[in-house]
C-alpha cells in the first residue's frame, strides 16, 4: 500500500454515503425527506464546497478548512480561485494555494484579512457549514516536478506565502526526495509565525509523516520587527552565511540545493538575486532547473 493511501486510511475518510442513510425510515419521514431534497433551502453558489473549520490566527491572519470536490486533483503546492458571490451576483474570486497536501480529503487555506479588500472583509467572516466557491482547476510552479534532484530543498516564504510550503511538508514526497528540508519563514511579528509554528510542531508529533520528517526537517522561523530568537530577513541571512552556520549546512550550491520561494513581489525579486548569486537557475514546470518562485499576492503589500 503507498503512503498516502496509509495516510488517508488513518485519517478516516468517511462513510460512503450509503451506509449514513438510516435503514429504517417511514413512509412520511421519506415523503419529508425527498421534499426536503427536492427544495434546498438556499440557493447552491456554483462550484461550491462548505466550510468545516476556522481558525484565527490575529486580526489580519486566518485558516480555514473547505469539504474538497470528489473529482479535484491536484500538485501539493499548487494554488486554485476561490470566493464568494459578490453584490453584483458574480462570483468574486482570488487564486489561493492550497495549503493541504494532495493526499487530504478536505482542502485547507490559509488567508490574510486585508480591510478592505473585495474577497477577504467578506471571506473572513465565514463560518462552519457556509458555502465558498471553489473553481477546481488547480496550477502552480511551486512543485516538486519542476526542479531537477538535489540533497536538500530549501522553502523561502515571508507571510501568507508560507501557504504552499503548508502544503508540501505534509507531503510525503517531500521526505523521500530529499536529505534535507529546510523551512524558511520570516515575518515582522512573532503572531504571524504562529500559523507555521504549529504546523510544524505537528508534523513531528504525526504518527506516520513523524518518522519521515525526523532528523530531515530544519525550521527557521524569523522576525523582522518584533525581538525573537532568530531574527532577520532571509535574503540577509543567507547572504550573511548566518543561516548555513546556525543549521550546520555548508553554503548553497547548484549540484545539491533546490529552493521553493513563495512571498510579496519585492522579496521574490531580491530572493532570487541571491539564488542566483549561489549558482542556481530559475526552473518551471515544462523545463526543471534548481529553483521555482510563486508570488504570495500580487501589489505593494498592506
Ligand atoms: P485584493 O484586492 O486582492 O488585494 C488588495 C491588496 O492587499 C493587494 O494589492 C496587496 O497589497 C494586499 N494583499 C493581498 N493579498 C495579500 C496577502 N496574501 N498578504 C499580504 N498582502 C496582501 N492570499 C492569501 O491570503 N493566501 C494565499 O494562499 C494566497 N495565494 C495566492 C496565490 C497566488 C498565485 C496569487 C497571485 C495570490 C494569492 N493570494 C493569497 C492573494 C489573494 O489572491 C488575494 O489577493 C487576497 O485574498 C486578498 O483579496 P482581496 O480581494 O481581499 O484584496
Ligand atoms: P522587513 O520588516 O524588514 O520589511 P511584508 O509584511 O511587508 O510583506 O513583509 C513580510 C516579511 O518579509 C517582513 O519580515 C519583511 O521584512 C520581509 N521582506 C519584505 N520585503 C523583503 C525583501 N525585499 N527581501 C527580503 N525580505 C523582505
Not at 486585508?114 to 474577497?119: A, F
Not at 502552480?140 to 508540501?168: E, N
Amino acid at each position: 500500500m503507498t503512503i498516502c493511501r496509509v495516510l488517508r486510511r488513518k485519517r478516516g475518510f468517511p462513510a460512503p454515503l450509503t451506509s449514513r442513510i438510516p435503514q429504517t425510515v417511514s413512509l412520511t419521514e421519506a415523503t419529508v425527506m425527498n421534499e426536503a431534497a427536492a427544495k434546498p433551502a438556499k440557493p447552491h453558489l456554483p462550484d461550491a464546497q462548505t466550510v468545516t473549520s476556522v481558525t484565527h490566527w490575529t486580526d489580519r491572519l486566518f485558516s480555514f478548512r473547505v469539504t474538497r470536490p470528489k473529482s479535484l486533483r491536484f500538485r501539493s503546492g499548487e494554488f486554485v480561485m476561490i470566493g464568494l458571490m459578490g453584490d453584483n451576483g458574480k462570483p468574486l474570486l482570488r487564486a489561493y494555494s492550497i495549503a493541504s497536501p494532495a493526499w487530504d480529503d478536505e482542502l485547507e487555506f490559509y488567508s490574510i484579512k486585508v480591510p478592505d479588500g473585495p474577497l477577504t472583509s467578506k471571506l473572513q467572516h465565514i463560518q462552519v457549514g457556509d458555502e465558498i466557491i471553489l473553481r477546481p482547476k488547480p496550477v502552480g510552479t511551486l512543485v516538486h516536478d519542476a526542479l531537477l534532484p538535489g540533497k536538500r530543498i530549501w522553502f523561502l516564504s515571508t507571510g501568507t506565502g508560507f501557504a504552499p510550503f503548508a502544503s508540501l511538508l505534509r507531503e510525503p514526497e517531500t521526505y523521500e526526495k530529499y536529505e534535507s528540508v529546510i523551512m524558511m519563514h520570516t515575518c515582522r511579528e512573532v503572531s504571524e509565525l504562529e500559523y507555521g509554528r504549529k504546523l510544524v510542531e505537528s508534523l513531528h508529533d504525526d504518527p506516520l509523516i513523524g518518522e519521515m520528517v525526523a532528523g530531515k526537517l530544519k525550521y527557521y522561523p524569523t522576525t523582522t520587527r518584533e525581538p525573537s530568537p532568530l531574527m532577520g530577513r532571509i535574503t540577509d541571512n543567507l547572504l550573511s552565511g548566518k543561516v548555513f552556520a546556525d543549521l550546520g549546512l555548508p553554503p548553497m550550491n547548484v549540484e545539491d540545493d533546490r529552493a521553493m520561494v513563495c512571498g510579496s513581489l519585492a522579496f521574490n525579486h531580491d530572493v532570487k538575486v541571491v539564488l542566483e548569486k549561489f549558482g542556481l537557475h530559475e526552473g518551471a514546470n515544462s523545463e526543471p532547473l534548481e529553483y521555482v518562485v510563486e508570488k504570495a499576492f500580487v501589489g505593494d503589500g498592506i
